[in-house]
Structure formats: C-alpha cells, structure tokens
C-alpha cells in the first residue's frame, strides 16, 4: 500500500515570487511514478508535472519544478514567479507500475492562495 | 484529442431516480478510473477498469454500477442514491504503467447533488 502526506495548512505567497509545496511518500513498491495535480475551483484536475521513481534527473515543467529526493522519499513542487491564476488546491499524488491494478493514490491536498 | 469528456456537468437526481454519469476518451488509454470527490478532500477510487474488465472495485455500494462498453467509454449508472452521495465525481484515464506517455487524464468533472 502506498501513502502521501501533506501537512502544510493553507499556504500564502505574494505574486511573483517563488513558493514550495511539500510532499512526502511511502510505498514498498520498486517502482513508481509521482504526480502533482492542481484543482481550482471549478473542479477539474489538470496534471502539472510527472517524476519517475527511477529517472535521475528532477521533472520541470515550465514554472513548475519537483525536488525529487529518493532516499527521504520526498518529491516537493516548486512554483516559480506565482500568478494570481495559480490560487487553487494542489494534490500530490503516487502510482505503482503494477499494470492493471494501477492505481493513482492523492495526499489530502493543499490550499495555494496568491496575494497581489 | 488529449481529453477527458465527462457528461452531464451537473446532475440534481431524487432518491428513488435512476441516473448515469458517462465519460469519454480518444487517446487509446486502455485504463479507466472513477473517483469521488467530497468539497475540500482528495479524489477518492471507486472503480479501475483495465482492457474493458473491472480490476478493482473498492468496496464500492451496489447502488454504484460501472460498466465500460468499449475502449474508449465508461459509464457510472447511478440508482437509489442517498443524500452523502451528493459529490464531484471524476473520471480519469492513463495508458499502462511503464507505457510511453504513462500518466493520467482527468475529465472536468460532474457534480451531483442527491435530493
């Protein structure tokens, strides 16, 4: 079985600076992959950035960023130069390779709220 | 197509009504989710159906019936749903784990409301 912990309470950031949102993880399984999802209000779930248990270097996607450290099983995301659009809830999330029975397990998420 | 359809966005249904949520993808995923959401609280997996047959259910209530007509359909068929079931219920799709492009798609959602 694998779990994720987010344990920031609501987090603040003044526009254009950098903020991070951690995430820490355990599973037993060899491999696996690491996701961090941002919901605004409207619901959907829009997938930011993906990191491979095995790749070696940290994932980057435009201004978003995962500090991937295995050995703490962390895998933190970095948003730099926050925009007002980024307030939303932000979920990381965990899957196995484990073929069908796959399954994309979500930490209970944390509040991002950009001040102008 | 790189998206998830979920229809209808909003669903109000009584308690004695039958309903279905249906979900839709054209990115030849061959794995398909349903998850629940309560306001403030993660997605939680109700359903995974892989190559069109279910692989996990997880202890989900019969009044939850899934059903994945074809590769590129799921369906939610709702019955006699109380009150708590009222939630953001998601649909998601992913090609296998280790697959190129391995992750995973989400639709936008429908929000249902039990009366």
């Known amino acids: 079985a694998q779990k994720i912990t987010q344990t920031q309470p609501g987090m603040f950031v003044q526009e254009k600076e950098a903020v991070t949102l951690d995430c820490t993880y355990d599973?037993?399984?060899?491999?696996?992959?690491l996701f961090w999802y941002k919901q605004p209000s409207s619901g959907e779930m829009i997938f930011l950035i993906y990191?491979?248990?095995?790749?070696?270097q940290n994932a980057t996607e435009g201004r978003y960023s995962l500090n991937f450290q295995k050995a703490r099983k962390s895998a933190n995301l970095v948003i730099s130069a926050s925009q007002l659009g980024d307030s939303a809830m932000y979920f990381c999330?965990?899957?196995?390779?484990?073929?069908?029975?796959?399954?994309?397990?979500f930490g209970k998420g944390i509040t991002l709220s950009v001040r102008p | 197509d790189t998206e998830v359809t979920q229809t209808p966005k909003h669903l109000v249904m009584g308690m004695t009504n039958k309903k279905s949520l249906k979900c839709e993808q054209h990115?030849?995923?061959?794995?398909m989710y349903w998850y629940k959401q309560k306001a403030k609280k993660p997605p939680e997996l109700m359903f995974v159906?892989?190559?069109?047959?279910?692989?996990i259910n997880e202890s989900v209530p019969s009044r939850f019936s899934p059903e994945c007509p074809n590769s590129s359909l799921l369906n939610l068929h709702l019955h006699a749903l109380q009150p708590e079931d009222s939630a953001l219920y998601l649909c998601?799709?992913?090609?296998?784990?280790?697959?190129?492009?391995?992750?995973?798609?989400f639709g936008s959602g429908t929000r249902l409301t039990v009366v």
């Open positions: 990191q491979g248990s095995y790749d070696q």
């Open positions: 990115m030849g995923h061959r794995a």
């Open positions: 159906y892989s190559y069109e047959k279910l692989s």
């Open positions: 998601a799709s992913s090609q296998m784990p280790g697959q190129r492009s391995y992750g995973y798609t």
């Open positions: 599973t037993s399984d060899p491999s696996y992959g």
């Open positions: 999330a965990m899957s196995p390779y484990t073929g069908a029975n796959s399954k994309l397990t």
